[in-house]
Structure formats: structure tokens, C-alpha cells
């Protein structure tokens, strides 16, 4: 029997906020049928243990090491049957009516293939939800500048949204997506490790007829970054290989090289701005992120850096 919704979520030791993501589907779900898979990436922090003992309904997956986010995500599609597919990171928690908005929304128009909502901060403020397909306008100068300069082009938060409206893509934190979808595309690129998988997702969709479209409706709170936050300059590591990816794939060889030039340049940049500009701790880590993103660009990018075999490190603000 197919059930109406299949939850998705992956975690590497992010025990805390995987338990309120979790319990926040639980809390906010009444009106259809759903199931839920958490594949853990090989988590050293008791996740895997304290999510049986908490949720026993969720089906969970378990990696011995960390796979990356596209590989576990196509591990567990490959598992679910539900008509619509929700994508959460663990650091996400559903408001009450976000899942009926955006179900609704997917049952209203059958040709969409990804909905996603208005992301918010603790304090209710707007986060970026909408992700252009990066060109180098987009990947070499201010997203915020395009937005406000061409807000048709590049829509963001910056506007006011009363209606759904049809995007490039989404930013990944919260998805639905449509099972006829997925069967159609194929399930996300594990080329991607960390970061841009969806976009990739998106582009591949709407190059087959789906459409994307932004639902400003469905408020869904994002924390942001908990599992790169223990690894920063790792996990930026991953998003810039994840750019290169990108334009590989879509762009071509020159606008890479073009792309990866200009972005060698803003890094050098940053690093001479925080050296005679900036003082204190937080502005000596970025230097020394900004070095180790130069020295990674001039060894040619090497695949074996980033996130791919970090180990867990335990922090002194994070919670047991």
C-alpha cells in the first residue's frame, strides 16, 4: 500500500536537533499517512541509539561512515513508497500547517515536481529559500546585490511573496518532492557529496517538463548548518568542489577555469581584508580558512580534502 508522505532526514552527529526535527513531524503530520527513514552517516555522538529508544516508529539506516548527503538520500528513496518525498535536514522543525500547505499545494498542481517553503530563523526573520542555477554572475558577485538589482531574474527575500511562484531551484533544508518525479529524473547526483545536490536535482527536473515552485505560505524554521558547523573550513572545502561540480556538468571546461580564477581572487582578497583590517579570534579563524581554501585551489583541488573522512569532534557548547 502506498502511504501519502515518506520523510526523509540524514544525520552525522547532530544528536539534539535530529530529535526535535523528528519530533516535530510527529507534532505537526495529523491528516496523512507517512513514514520515516533517518540514514546516520556513521555518527560518533549516540545518535542512532537515542533516536531508537525516542522515535522506535522511524526506520533508520545506518552507514558506517560518512557517505555524504546525495548517497544516503538515494539509499533511502530506494526504501520509501510514499506518493511525496519530504527532504529535512536535522536541523529543520516543521511549523503546525506547513506539511498541509505544501501537500495541498503538490495534490493543486500536478505538474510540479519540487515545492518548498519560506525557511525562518528562531526569531521569525526570513531566510533565503530560492536558489538561482549558478552562472558566473551569481558565483562571482553579491547574490544579495542581483536580488535587489533584477528581483525578476534573481527573487529572494528581499520581496514580499503572496502567491506561489515558479523558481530555478530551492535551497535543500525542506523539500517535497513528487514520487512520479523522481521516477522520471532518477535520484540525486552522489557525484555531489555535501552542498548543490538539489540544485542539480532542480535543473534535471525542469529540463524534463517539472516545474519548482516557492510556496511563501509554509513557514518552516532552519537552524542552518549543523553538521558543517563542526568542520567549517571542510565543509566550505565541499561547497566550492561542489560549484566546480556544477559548472562542469552544466557550464563547461572555460567558464570553470573563468569561475575558479575569480573566486581565487575573491578569497586572496578576503584574506588581505581580515590581515589589515580586522582584529580578534573569529577574524584570525577566517584567515586561516580563507588560507587553507587558497592552498586546497593551488594543489588543483584534490579530492581527498573536505568533508570526506572528517571525524566527529566533540564541542564544548554542544548538547548530550
Same mark, same amino acid.
Given at each position: 500500500?502506498?502511504?501519502?508522505?515518506?520523510?526523509?532526514?540524514?544525520?552525522?552527529?547532530?544528536?539534539?536537533?535530529?530529535?526535535?526535527?523528528?519530533?516535530?513531524?510527529?507534532?505537526?503530520?495529523?491528516?496523512?499517512?507517512?513514514?520515516?527513514?533517518?540514514?546516520?552517516?556513521?555518527?560518533?555522538?549516540?545518535?542512532?541509539?537515542?533516536?531508537?529508544?525516542?522515535?522506535?516508529?522511524?526506520?533508520?539506516?545506518?552507514?558506517?561512515?560518512?557517505?555524504?548527503?546525495?548517497?544516503?538520500?538515494?539509499?533511502?528513496?530506494?526504501?520509501?513508497?510514499?506518493? $511525496?518525498?519530504?527532504?529535512?535536514?536535522?536541523?529543520?522543525?516543521?511549523?503546525?500547517?506547513?506539511?498541509?500547505?505544501?501537500?495541498?499545494?503538490?495534490?493543486? %498542481?500536478?505538474?510540479?515536481?519540487?515545492?518548498?517553503?519560506?525557511?525562518?530563523?528562531?526569531?521569525?526573520?526570513?531566510?533565503?529559500?530560492?536558489?538561482?542555477?549558478?552562472?558566473?554572475?551569481?558565483?562571482?558577485?553579491?547574490?544579495?546585490?542581483?536580488?535587489?538589482?533584477?528581483?525578476?531574474?534573481?527573487?529572494?527575500?528581499?520581496?514580499?511573496? @503572496?502567491?506561489?511562484?515558479?523558481?530555478?531551484?530551492?535551497?535543500?533544508?525542506?523539500?517535497?518532492?513528487?514520487?512520479?518525479?523522481?521516477?522520471?529524473?532518477?535520484?540525486?547526483?552522489?557525484?555531489?557529496?555535501?552542498?548543490?545536490?538539489?540544485?542539480?536535482?532542480?535543473?534535471?527536473?525542469?529540463?524534463?517538463?517539472?516545474?519548482?515552485?516557492?510556496?511563501?505560505?509554509?513557514?518552516?524554521?532552519?537552524?542552518?548548518?549543523? @553538521?558543517?558547523?563542526?568542520?567549517?573550513?571542510?565543509?566550505?572545502?565541499?561547497? $566550492?568542489? @561542489?560549484?566546480?561540480?556544477?559548472?562542469?556538468? $552544466?557550464?563547461?571546461?572555460?567558464?570553470?577555469?573563468?569561475?575558479?580564477?575569480?573566486?581565487?581572487?575573491?578569497?586572496?582578497?578576503?584574506?588581505?581584508?581580515?590581515?589589515?583590517?580586522?582584529?580578534? @579570534?573569529?577574524?584570525?579563524?577566517? $584567515?586561516?580558512?580563507?588560507?587553507?581554501?587558497?592552498?586546497?585551489?593551488?594543489?588543483?583541488?584534490?579530492? %581527498?580534502?573536505?568533508?570526506?573522512?572528517?571525524?566527529?569532534?566533540?564541542?564544548?557548547?554542544?548538547? %548530550?
Amino acid at each position: 500500500m502506498q502511504l501519502d508522505l515518506s520523510f526523509i532526514l540524514v544525520n552525522w552527529n547532530t544528536k539534539a536537533l535530529i530529535l526535535e526535527a523528528l519530533g516535530s513531524i510527529f507534532d505537526t503530520v495529523h491528516d496523512y499517512t507517512f513514514e520515516i527513514t533517518v540514514v546516520d552517516n556513521g555518527s560518533e555522538d549516540g545518535s542512532p541509539e537515542t533516536i531508537k529508544d525516542v522515535f522506535p516508529q522511524a526506520h533508520l539506516i545506518l552507514n558506517k561512515e560518512n557517505l555524504g548527503f546525495a548517497r544516503a538520500t538515494n539509499q533511502a528513496l530506494a526504501q520509501t513508497r510514499g506518493r $511525496y518525498v519530504f527532504l529535512m535536514n536535522s536541523d529543520v522543525m516543521l511549523k503546525e500547517g506547513t506539511v498541509q500547505v505544501l501537500v495541498s499545494f503538490m495534490d493543486d %498542481n500536478p505538474n510540479v515536481g519540487i515545492a518548498g517553503g519560506q525557511l525562518v530563523n528562531k526569531n521569525g526573520s526570513k531566510q533565503n529559500s530560492i536558489a538561482p542555477f549558478p552562472s558566473l554572475a551569481t558565483e562571482l558577485f553579491s547574490k544579495r546585490l542581483l536580488r535587489i538589482l533584477f528581483p525578476q531574474r534573481y527573487p529572494g527575500k528581499e520581496r514580499r511573496y @503572496s502567491t506561489p511562484i515558479d523558481v530555478d531551484s530551492l535551497v535543500g533544508a525542506c523539500i517535497i518532492v513528487r514520487r512520479k518525479a523522481i521516477e522520471e529524473v532518477g535520484g540525486l547526483d552522489e557525484e555531489y557529496f555535501f552542498f548543490m545536490e538539489e540544485t542539480d536535482w532542480c535543473l534535471r527536473m525542469k529540463d524534463k517538463g517539472w516545474r519548482i515552485c516557492f510556496v511563501p505560505q509554509a513557514h518552516i524554521l532552519h537552524l542552518q548548518g549543523a @553538521s558543517a558547523a563542526m568542520a567549517k573550513t571542510e565543509a566550505k572545502i565541499e561547497f $566550492y568542489r @561542489s560549484r566546480y561540480l556544477f559548472f562542469t556538468k $552544466y557550464r563547461g571546461t572555460l567558464r570553470t577555469h573563468f569561475l575558479k580564477i575569480g573566486l581565487m581572487v575573491r578569497i586572496v582578497g578576503g584574506m588581505m581584508a581580515d590581515f589589515f583590517y580586522s582584529r580578534g @579570534s573569529r577574524s584570525m579563524g577566517k $584567515y586561516r580558512m580563507y588560507w587553507r581554501l587558497l592552498i586546497w585551489h593551488l594543489k588543483s583541488c584534490p579530492p %581527498n580534502e573536505g568533508l570526506r573522512g572528517v571525524k566527529y569532534v566533540r564541542t564544548s557548547h554542544q548538547k %548530550n
